[in-house]
């Protein structure tokens, strides 16, 4: 006999996303995003703006999804929703809506930890699209995380190194706030680095010991790299914002892969993978996929849609959870610095 479908709604609202998704077994039937604007104009997100707009957004964003999987909510067989880690004001909105949704629907919830669900959205269901094999190496960079992964499951995974300070993310959109773009730089930089030559300037790189990251250390060199060369031509940036897209975006592949290729070396693994907002990075998906043709290894992207924050990687990994019967009660609430755990 063939075996049940399951049909999972989810929930993702830790940063300035508010996103809703529903699957069925491993495969998505809608994912709806609704970006908030409200923070450009700032530089960075505004927690107080984002959870007023994840609350305005919330039911058209649910109603949406529902709509466009062609899904009745009595049709579910249980609600996800991001635990954390993220802004609590944020995570409480995604967190309160999914309870009284459960508790109206009388449908299990499953509390998911949104780094997890970053790394397994590689197994979600995309036409033609290997998957990765156990044990694999994740890089998960995003606005708020930089982490090297070691995945032997769906639901057994353990950091091996990660950032002491600054992420990944932050490093593009700090630097590219320098170089004047707007909340968040890090596309502008990856746009503008493809025409700009990425060896016109170079800045320090960190030494910090074993599989751990530092980021701020770069940002204050290009901080005083800017600052000097605009005493003496003040248009010196807007002359050579190309090489400076290129240059600092290779400084920050070269580190992120640089103990990625540690971690292959150590670790007996024929998959590496990429996750979190930055990996929709075209520098830093070319390099990865020379380094998985360097070592013989399968190189795991995601698609571009999965990569920032989306609520189809919050329902996969509900479905993951849902198998083990890994379900939260009503009394769950929102956790801003939710260790690494299922
Ligand atoms: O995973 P994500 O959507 O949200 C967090 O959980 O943080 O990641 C957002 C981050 C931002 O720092 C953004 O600048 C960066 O991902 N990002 C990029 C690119 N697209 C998004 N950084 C560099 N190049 C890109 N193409
Ligand atoms: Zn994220």
Same mark, same amino acid.
């Given at each position: 006999?063939?075996?049940?479908?399951?049909?999972?709604?989810?929930?993702?609202?830790?940063?300035?996303?508010?996103?809703?998704?529903?699957?069925?077994?491993?495969?998505?039937?809608?994912?709806?995003?609704?970006?908030?604007?409200?923070?450009?104009?700032?530089?960075?997100?505004?927690?107080?703006?984002?959870?007023?707009?994840?609350?305005?957004?919330?039911?058209?964003?649910?109603?949406?999804?529902?709509?466009?999987?062609?899904?009745?909510?009595?049709?579910?067989?249980?609600?996800?929703?991001?635990?954390?880690?993220?802004?609590?004001?944020?995570?409480?909105?995604?967190?309160?809506?999914?309870?009284?949704?459960?508790?109206?629907?009388?449908?299990?919830?499953?509390?998911?930890?949104?780094?997890?669900?970053?790394?397994?959205?590689?197994?979600?269901?995309?036409?033609?699209?290997?998957?990765?094999?156990?044990?694999?190496?994740?890089?998960?960079?995003?606005?708020?995380?930089?982490?090297?992964?070691?995945?032997?499951?769906?639901?057994?995974?353990?950091?091996?190194?990660?950032?002491?300070?600054?992420? @990944?993310?932050?490093?593009?959109?700090?630097?590219? !706030?320098? &170089? /004047?773009? +707007? %909340?968040?730089? #890090?596309?502008? =930089?990856? $746009?503008?680095?493809?025409?700009?030559?990425?060896?016109?300037?170079?800045?320090?790189?960190?030494?910090?010991?074993?599989?751990?990251?530092?980021?701020?250390?770069?940002?204050?060199?290009?901080?005083?790299?800017?600052?000097?060369?605009?005493?003496?031509?003040?248009?010196?940036?807007?002359?050579?914002?190309?090489?400076?897209?290129?240059?600092?975006?290779?400084?920050?592949?070269?580190?992120?892969?640089?103990?990625?290729?540690?971690?292959?070396?150590?670790?007996?693994?024929?998959?590496?993978?990429?996750?979190?907002?930055?990996? @929709?990075?075209?520098?830093?998906?070319?390099?990865? !996929?020379? &380094? /998985?043709? +360097? %070592?013989?290894? #399968?190189?795991? =992207?995601? $698609?571009?849609?999965?990569?920032?924050?989306?609520?189809?990687?919050?329902?996969?990994?509900?479905?993951?959870?849902?198998?083990?019967?890994?379900?939260?009660?009503?009394?769950?609430?929102?956790?801003?610095?939710?260790?690494?755990?299922?």
């Amino acid at each position: 006999m063939a075996e049940k479908d399951t049909l999972i709604l989810a929930i993702e609202s830790s940063c300035d996303d508010t996103s809703a998704a529903i699957c069925k077994n491993e495969s998505i039937l809608s994912n709806v995003i609704a970006n908030q604007k409200v923070h450009e104009q700032y530089g960075g997100v505004v927690p107080e703006l984002a959870s007023r707009a994840h609350m305005k957004h919330i039911l058209p964003v649910v109603h949406s999804a529902l709509d466009q999987a062609g899904v009745r909510l009595e049709e579910l067989d249980a609600i996800a929703f991001t635990k954390g880690p993220g802004l609590l004001g944020s995570l409480l909105v995604g967190v309160s809506f999914a309870k009284a949704l459960g508790l109206a629907l009388n449908k299990p919830l499953i509390d998911v930890n949104h780094m997890y669900a970053h790394v397994l959205a590689h197994f979600i269901d995309d036409e033609g699209k290997d998957k990765p094999r156990f044990p694999f190496i994740c890089l998960t960079v995003s606005g708020g995380h930089t982490q090297l992964i070691l995945v032997r499951d769906y639901l057994e995974m353990e950091i091996i190194g990660t950032t002491l300070d600054d992420a @990944a993310g932050e490093a593009f959109d700090k630097i590219a !706030k320098l &170089l /004047g773009f +707007q %909340y968040p730089g #890090g596309p502008f =930089i990856d $746009k503008h680095a493809k025409s700009g030559n990425p060896d016109k300037f170079s800045f320090s790189k960190p030494r910090i010991n074993d599989f751990d990251y530092s980021f701020s250390g770069l940002k204050t060199s290009v901080m005083n790299f800017l600052n000097k060369e605009t005493q003496k031509d003040s248009d010196f940036i807007t002359e050579n914002l190309d090489d400076l897209c290129a240059s600092v975006q290779k400084t920050i592949i070269d580190i992120l892969l640089n103990k990625l290729e540690k971690a292959i070396q150590l670790y007996e693994v024929q998959d590496i993978a990429i996750a979190g907002g930055v990996s @929709a990075n075209s520098g830093l998906r070319d390099a990865i !996929k020379q &380094l /998985g043709i +360097q %070592y013989n290894l #399968g190189v795991h =992207i995601p $698609k571009f849609e999965y990569c920032t924050d989306n609520a189809a990687m919050i329902a996969i990994t509900g479905k993951y959870m849902y198998e083990q019967k890994m379900f939260s009660n009503q009394s769950i609430s929102a956790s801003a610095r939710l260790p690494f755990r299922p």
